[in-house]
């Protein structure tokens, strides 16, 4: 007898162990309020198949961006022959249609909707440089009932209300949560079906597609009715093999693309756009800041002025816009015999940049090809719409990409046109694409998480309002001779 009561005291201790247990998991689940309730008829950590999650690779039509793409996708497949379930699902974006906007994400939902979610249960999002740990993020999605709505990534908020941003929850900047991207995110099918339905009759109420990731978030949410951001402990932006990054389901291959030497300093011809009025107090910080680390460089305003020195165009200058100064730029660079330079930088006059950053970065761009590289944004992504390069935070251009443009008869459709937008719709138009470098900003560094900037290594910001634009250039993108030679030597792992 005192056998038998042994053993049932026994089992009811495992019983009650296993009630423990699950109740543990439901709490790990449902602790972000009444979005994270778990759907009882999907068992908790129960573990997920490789076969359920799509990865979609933030891919952009580049060779470089393609070949690094290309390894992700490889690094991937290598890791699933390990778990032995077969090859997953990987995605290009840049791929998934025709359509050059997909890289606004709502765009393309109906695809991954109609494509994927069908016999899938999460969608996953990756950059390039993202490293997954396949066996661990299936551990880590199956803590989620795949049956409800879920929005997953690393959260970033806002210390302060900024333009970027549209002001948006000035009271309370830090409350709202928004995927950082390097990290990896993740939705849910459910969520991305619904979404797929709902961006086809409710677009995004901006045109614009500024900061995508805010944005993604905020559609989302749509303002208290959908999903909030839950943030994943394992989804890290840390360096691959970094101290405390035991637990990561993500890590960061490299932050900075190098690519080998880089580019000569005559390489790169920069234009600064300018007027009378900005020549004493916008040209001097070009010259105290940034002005030195050219070879070429030309001052182009309304009137002549030898001080500066400055070249007249022959074009009138206008309160903004300034479309047709910009294509006499470009018409000078593709013309003149002596700017053979295989790249060109426009800027504005209260542009901060760091040129030998760009100078690495262009290293892994082939100026052979139509190229054309800054902060890139949309406009109407979810109607068909096209991208650009905001102009603020610096536009490069191969020469080919110039010629081409000039070519295509491609014009302003009045002086004071934002030029930007307007070239975004003639590289558009002739099937070019536009390719983005987190490294260049339109704003200050005070309207961006400062975690992210640190990682960066930007290459410009953009506006003097509000700030010393001299002491900006000197903490955030100024390099001594001894920081560019520890970079110009220093080898990044390429591969894993």
Not at 1 to 7: Q, S, V
Not at 174 to 179: K, L, N, V, W
Not at 309 to 317: A, C, E, Q, R, S
Request: with cysteine; proline share 5%.
């Amino acid at each position: 007898m005192a056998e038998l009561e042994g053993c049932r005291i026994h089992v009811l201790s495992c019983v009650l162990l296993c009630f423990v247990a699950l109740l543990c998991s439901i709490h790990d689940v449902t602790a972000g309020g009444s979005q994270r309730t778990v759907d009882q008829q999907w068992p908790v950590n129960q573990l997920i198949a490789l076969r359920e999650v799509v990865f979609v690779i933030q891919s952009q039509k580049n060779s470089y961006h393609i070949q690094r793409a290309e390894q992700r996708k490889a690094h991937l497949f290598h890791q699933a022959q390990s778990l032995k379930q077969g090859s997953p699902d990987v995605v290009f974006l840049h791929e998934l249609s025709e359509y050059s906007g997909n890289w606004g994400i709502l765009p393309a939902l109906p695809r991954l909707a109609e494509g994927y979610c069908r016999s899938s249960s999460w969608i996953f999002f990756l950059e390039e440089e993202t490293v997954v740990d396949l066996a661990r993020l299936l551990l880590v999605l199956s803590k989620f009932s795949s049956g409800r709505e879920w929005f997953l990534g690393r959260a970033l908020h806002d210390n302060e209300a900024t333009i970027i941003h549209h002001y948006a929850f000035s009271e309370e900047p830090t409350t709202f949560g928004y995927p950082d991207f390097i990290a990896g995110w993740a939705l849910s099918c459910p969520l991305v079906k619904r979404l797929a339905d709902y961006v086809k009759y409710e677009p995004p109420k901006s045109d614009f597609t500024i900061d995508l990731k805010h944005e993604i978030a905020l559609y989302i949410w749509e303002e208290g009715r959908g999903p909030t951001l839950n943030n994943v402990d394992e989804f890290c932006s840390e360096l691959t093999g970094s101290p405390n990054t035991n637990h990561c389901v993500t890590t960061v291959n490299t932050y900075l693309p190098s690519c080998g030497k880089p580019v000569e300093k005559d390489s790169i011809f920069v234009g600064v756009k300018t007027c009378q009025k900005f020549h004493h107090d916008r040209v001097s910080v070009v010259k105290k800041t940034w002005a030195n680390d050219t070879a070429l460089l030309e001052y182009y305003s309304d009137v002549t002025d030898p001080a500066v020195p400055t070249i007249d165009l022959g074009v009138p200058n206008t309160e903004m816009g300034h479309c047709e100064k910009t294509f006499a730029i470009l018409r000078r660079f593709a013309s003149e015999g002596g700017m053979q330079a295989s790249w060109l930088l426009l800027v504005d006059d209260d542009t901060l940049i760091s040129l030998p950053r760009l100078r690495r970065l262009l290293s892994c761009y082939d100026s052979s090809e139509e190229v054309s590289i800054g902060e890139r944004y949309g406009y109407g992504l979810s109607q068909g719409g096209y991208s650009y390069i905001t102009g603020g935070g610096g536009m490069v251009f191969s020469r080919k990409a110039v010629l081409r443009i000039l070519s295509s008869g491609c014009a302003c459709y009045s002086p004071d046109a934002p030029d930007d937008m307007v070239l975004g719709m003639c590289l558009h138009t002739l099937g070019l694409s536009v390719t983005h470098s987190p490294q260049f900003h339109q704003a200050r560094p005070e309207d961006y998480p400062r975690e992210v900037l640190i990682r960066q290594s930007p290459i410009s910001f953009h506006k003097h309002w509000n700030i010393n634009p001299v002491a900006v250039y000197q903490e955030w993108l100024m390099e001594t001779e001894e920081t560019f030679q520890y970079f110009l030597g220093r080898e990044y792992r390429q591969e894993l």
